[in-house]
């Protein structure tokens, strides 16, 4: 028997959290905390405009000195948001993520109704039971930092090389992970100092996985555990690191 193929209405967040575009950051911030989740519709009186992400926050905020009560969020959104339609497929959806990139919003009747993320995409994949390769898509390049470093630096390194994540280490021993996740979860907390180091902002506890695992393992491994990137190691040495979103390219390249 045939299997319907799982759409949009189904696979995607229903979390769907505006802010008003002349909204300070901290607003928008605090909503991404409470809801833990990665953005926001930033939207006006005529309905959406635009999209702030973890990414916004810290290439088009912290990144460039600002405070959080400054901008307004229509100054350091992403004017621009990719749309996709509710009955589109799993397949369907990668698609339009990998050519595009970013967060796909759901529109139903001109109502925007749901996101779908790259780790709402991975939620599903796994689903799927079928191993797939994503060598081709992910990076084998990884950046570490010495736990001591600022965070401020982190925070200028992460934006100059566009990555979402470092790998904090003492020598050659790992001692976690700084993602932009954690950098939104900090911005709020009363003790955050950007000449901090990082180590007090990190995630300590860092799950890997060995060198030939398959795109169907490593979604099932992050979305079991919930995170969105997973080191890859070889004789018990990081050397690279796949994320949701190389997932997502991965399974899209993919015959089925």
């Not at 911030?29 to 999209?51: A, F, H, Q, T």
């Not at 009560?69 to 589109?88: H, Y």
């Amino acid at each position: 028997m045939l299997v319907r193929p799982s759409t949009a209405l189904e696979f995607m967040s229903k979390k769907l959290v505006m802010a008003y575009s002349q909204s300070n950051v901290s607003k928008a911030v605090k909503l991404m905390v409470d809801y833990n989740i990665g953005s926001v519709i930033v939207r006006d009186n005529e309905g959406p405009v635009g999209i702030f992400t973890e990414r916004d926050l810290l290439g088009n905020v912290l990144a460039r000195g600002k405070r959080l009560e400054e901008p307004i969020l229509m100054e350091v959104m992403t004017p621009s948001f990719n749309v996709l339609s509710p009955g589109a497929t799993l397949i369907d959806a990668a698609k339009i993520m990998s050519e595009k990139r970013g967060r796909l919003v759901v529109f139903d009747d001109g109502n925007p109704t749901g996101i779908v993320t790259a780790t709402d995409i991975v939620r599903e994949i796994q689903k799927t039971g079928k191993p797939f390769d994503f060598t081709k898509s992910y990076s084998a390049k990884i950046f570490e930092e010495s736990p001591q470093t600022k965070v401020e630096l982190i925070i200028q390194l992460m934006e100059k090389r566009r990555v979402g994540s470092v790998i904090i280490s003492e020598g050659k021993f790992p001692r976690g992970i700084f993602t932009e996740r954690d950098l939104l979860r900090s911005v709020l907390t009363l003790n955050f100092r950007m000449d901090e180091k990082v180590e007090d902002y990190s995630t300590h506890h860092l799950i890997t996985a060995e060198e030939g695992i398959n795109g169907l393992n490593a979604a099932e491994i992050m979305t079991s555990q919930r995170i969105k990137r997973l080191p890859l190691t070889r004789a018990g040495q990081i050397f690279g690191i796949v994320t949701a979103r190389d997932l997502v390219e991965g399974f899209a390249g993919s015959s089925w």
